[in-house]
């Protein structure tokens, strides 16, 4: 059984280029996430979508992010232009619909470590 | 604005039981709490989740008191291998009526042999 499949898992580039992180949820879960992870900030809530809407974008630190799904086995988070303060590990995770977005477990993957030089 | 705290650090030693406590001062009605574990280079893994009273499974137990404003995870006879960060999470409803989620800063708990 596949989990959250992530990818690249590493990515290394220069400020002011485009970053396109990618995510294949698990088969059947209704929720996705993307999530940034910082020494500084730990764990954020960048969006996350419901049967491939997105439904709270609050999270999103600025304009040069945004999120896609443009079907339930796949979405992305880009980032255009890059800074160096986007350096961070980025998860996506999916989980079932239990009464609210939040009250079933989420499945993470293994995330993609940015680096922005 | 909704918060949760939890230890920053815990150490232990192997076979003892180990429990982290999550304050989290205005749980939405409901709810659910849940636990998480992160190991190095991994996504955050699912351990377990309650509402109120006691949950157990096969890995630890939760215990939430009535007022729910905390949670204590138990691990039981801890090993090396449970060496990792530790996250509690809650949602909870915003003023605009939306939820958000409310993670903690995760409590890094070492065992020693």
């Known amino acids: 059984d596949a989990g959250v499949i992530q990818s690249p898992r590493h990515e290394v580039t220069e400020m002011g280029q485009e970053v396109t992180l990618r995510c294949k949820p698990i088969?059947?879960?209704?929720?996705l996430f993307w999530y940034r992870q910082t020494m500084m900030r730990g764990l954020e809530l960048l969006i996350y979508?419901?049967?491939?809407?997105?439904?709270?974008d609050s999270g999103m630190p600025e304009d040069r992010f945004s999120a896609k799904m443009p079907n339930a086995s796949f979405s992305t988070l880009k980032i255009q232009p890059s800074e160096p303060r986007d350096s961070a590990v980025y998860f996506c995770?999916?989980?079932?619909?239990?009464?609210?977005?939040?009250?079933?477990?989420?499945?993470f993957g293994d995330g993609t470590r940015l680096s922005i030089l | 604005l909704a918060k949760t705290t939890q230890p920053i650090s815990m150490d232990s030693y192997e076979g003892q039981e180990v429990n982290i406590t999550c304050s989290h001062n205005?749980?939405?009605?409901?709810?659910?709490i849940t636990w998480y574990q992160q190991f190095p280079s991994q996504g955050p893994r699912f351990i377990i989740q309650g509402y109120k009273t006691k949950v157990t499974n096969e890995v630890a137990s939760l215990f939430i008191p009535a007022d729910r404003k905390s949670s204590t995870l138990s691990l039981p006879r801890v090993s090396l291998s449970d060496t990792a960060v530790y996250y509690c999470?809650?949602?909870?409803?915003?003023?605009?009526?939306?939820?958000?989620?409310?993670w903690g800063a995760g409590t890094k708990l070492i065992i020693k042999p």
């Open positions: 979508f419901n049967n491939n809407v997105p439904i709270d």
């Open positions: 995770a999916s989980s079932s619909y239990g009464g609210t977005a939040f009250n079933q477990p989420q499945h």
């Open positions: 205005n749980i939405a009605t409901n709810d659910y």
């Open positions: 088969s059947g879960h209704d929720y």
């Open positions: 999470l809650v949602g909870d409803m915003r003023v605009d009526s939306n939820y958000q989620l409310i």
